[in-house]
């Protein structure tokens, strides 16, 4: 095991009604900026809960957060946080939401121009205290330090991390999730799933706690996955809630490699085509597996074995097996696993490698032995 520092100090109050719980979580005094998105949360009466446990804190409101958070808006938001002196921002939203207001708590004290915080990984030395109520299980975003921000007319989407805009607390009600579509809950059990491939399925390093942990998380989500459909089914919906915040917590990815190269090519394809997050993850996800697994042969026996119960005593038929059924599992949660179901034409091939140089990537993988090329082969198996 690699050695770490583990500390994840968001205060998570989780279940049911647990939105009353805001009001002993916000500061004291806190001059509070509420962020939301495009007014979800007015349909379903998330807005009434969170604005009747502001009490006497002075508030102001932004909304129209986009999903895939646009820069251009966020830098609106950190325009309001200057004017009013806000002094706490509390998302109310999904990973986008809280994403963006991310950016614009570590927006409003940057000196300097706020792009390069993405663009070129300037430091953030300080942001403005946070806290979430989070509407869809996916992201992790609720209690870790990254924060993925699109430019539409720069073609790109960037990420940067920071533990000063870890929220402080997140709120975590299962039941704010009864009104999500059923494209936003296949989301979420993708996304959640991926993140926990991108941290385990790379090679061993003898972290047998970290290990299971992946291992249970993504037995969970199969097991929950075709179930998460069923309508206001709180012990589904929980499950979900709890197995995607610790898909991305920290917790899974201490002390062992990490790869992140799904993730960095479907934000190239979500800046391109404008398709959803776990969208993406599932189109790249079979096709990488299948190119890295002479890489990654020792951990895709040990996730064949584990996760999908297969007898390895055939040892290419199980990976084989094992990455078959990832897709089959993707597909089996309504999502499409090839590009060309999505009418993307071949010129994708060329510009995703394009784009990560453009962005400067040039080595992807936990070995940083993957280029651009290799992005291009993926993408072509993914045609
Ligand atoms: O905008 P509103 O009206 O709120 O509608 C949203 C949005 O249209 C809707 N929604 C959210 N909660 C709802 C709801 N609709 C009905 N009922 C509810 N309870 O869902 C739509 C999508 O929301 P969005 O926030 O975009 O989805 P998600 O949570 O999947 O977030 C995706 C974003 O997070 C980034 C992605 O790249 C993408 O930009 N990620 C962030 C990560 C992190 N910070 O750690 C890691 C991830 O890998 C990911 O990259
Ligand atoms: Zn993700």
Redesign the pocket.
Known sequence: MQNFIFHNPTKVAFGKDSIAELKNLLPADAKVLLL??????KK?G?YEQVVAQLGDHQWFEFSG?????EFDTLMQAVAMVKEQQIDFLLAV???????GTKFVAAAANFEGEPWDILAKGAEVKSAIPLGCVL??P????ET?T???V?RQELGK?L?FLSDHVRPQFAILDPQ??Y???ER?LA??VV?AFV?VIEQYLTYPVNATVQDRFAEGILQNLIEIGPKVFEPNNYEVRANLMWNATQA?SGIVGVGVPQDWST?IIG?EL?ALYNL???VTLAIVLPQMLRHQRKVKRGKLLQFAERVWHLDISDEEAAIDKAIDSTEAFFRQMGMKTKLTEHNIDDSVIRLVPRKLMENGIMQLGENADMTPKDAEIVIRAAM
């Open positions: 939301y998105g495009g007014g979800s949360i379903n998330v957060i986009e999903a895939n958070p939203g999904g990973g986008s939401v809280v994403d509407t869809l996916a992201t992790g975003t870790n990254a924060s993925v699109n989407k990420a704010v999730t009104s999500l579509p936003q989301n979420g996304d993140h991305l993730h934000h979500t959803d997050h776990a």
